[in-house]
Nanobody, 114 residues
Framework: QWQLVESGGGLVQPGGSLRLSCVAS????????MRWYRQAPGKDRELVAH????????IYGQSTQGRFTISRDNAKNTLYLQMNNLKPEDTAVYYC???????WGQGTQVTVSS
């Protein structure tokens, strides 16, 4: 049974940082590209970043490039999202996903507010 479990969300002030984690199980993590998405209230789900399975090549959404960094540790079956210089508009529920399998985690709330 596959599972994706996100953690690391919380309340942070503008300009602050957070690191999200997503622990995967039930499938061969290293074989799959992984993504972070986010969804703010009343808005469509937005792609935050994608990381390929073997090359570690990354792609970022326009609103997060330069501030967020996606990475993975295949030995730990874990996906990360380092978020720096957070802004109030980054407030959303963040989800990790396996796009080729349509697997989704339960999400973790990130709130950026003073």
């Amino acid at each position: 049974q596959w599972q994706l479990v996100e953690s690391g969300g919380g309340l942070v002030q503008p300009g602050g940082s957070l690191r999200l984690s997503c622990v995967a199980s039930g499938f061969t993590f290293r074989n799959f590209g992984m993504r972070w998405y986010r969804q703010a209230p009343g808005k469509d789900r937005e792609l935050v970043a994608h990381i390929y399975s073997s090359s570690n090549k990354t792609i970022y959404g326009q609103s997060t490039q330069g501030r967020f960094t996606i990475s993975r540790d295949n030995a730990k079956n874990t996906l990360y999202l380092q978020m720096n210089n957070l802004k109030p508009e980054d407030t959303a529920v963040y989800y990790c996903s396996v796009p080729n399998k349509n697997y989704w985690g339960q999400g973790t709330q990130v709130t950026v507010s003073s």
